[in-house]
């Protein structure tokens, strides 16, 4: 099992910043490839970014690329996500995810922590 908590969440002016953490610890060994996602209310949960620590390029998503930043630090099992030039449409409850390869399903979550942006 592997288990992820995040936090780092608050609340903002548009135009600030915020740097979201996401600790894991467990099997943490048999995860390369972690996400951030998020759900804004009323909305699905959709797709921020990703990276896995073996190395590969990130992804982003269309609505946070250029303002958004995802990194690691695998030495202390920390994922970030560094968001500036926030904006109100990035209110949303704020998830860490992991899975085994970039292939596979994402298979453990965090609970979330919440963003809200005023205008």
């Known amino acids: 099992q592997v288990q992820l908590v995040e936090s780092g969440g608050g609340l903002v002016q548009a135009g600030g910043s915020l740097r979201l953490s996401c600790a894991a610890s467990g099997r943490i060994y048999s995860t390369d490839h972690m996400a951030w996602f998020r759900q804004p209310p009323g909305q699905e949960r959709e797709f921020v970014a990703s990276?896995?620590?073996?190395?590969?390029?990130?992804d982003y998503a269309d609505s946070v690329k250029g303002r958004f930043t995802i990194s690691g630090d695998y030495a202390k099992n920390t994922l970030y996500l560094q968001m500036n030039s926030l904006k109100p449409e990035d209110t949303a409850v704020y998830y860490c995810?992991?899975?085994?390869?970039?292939?596979?399903?994402?298979?453990?979550w965090g609970q979330g922590t919440q963003v809200t942006v005023s205008s």
């Open positions: 990276k896995s620590w073996s190395g590969s390029n990130p």
């Open positions: 995810a992991a899975r085994r390869t970039r292939l596979a399903a994402y298979a453990y």
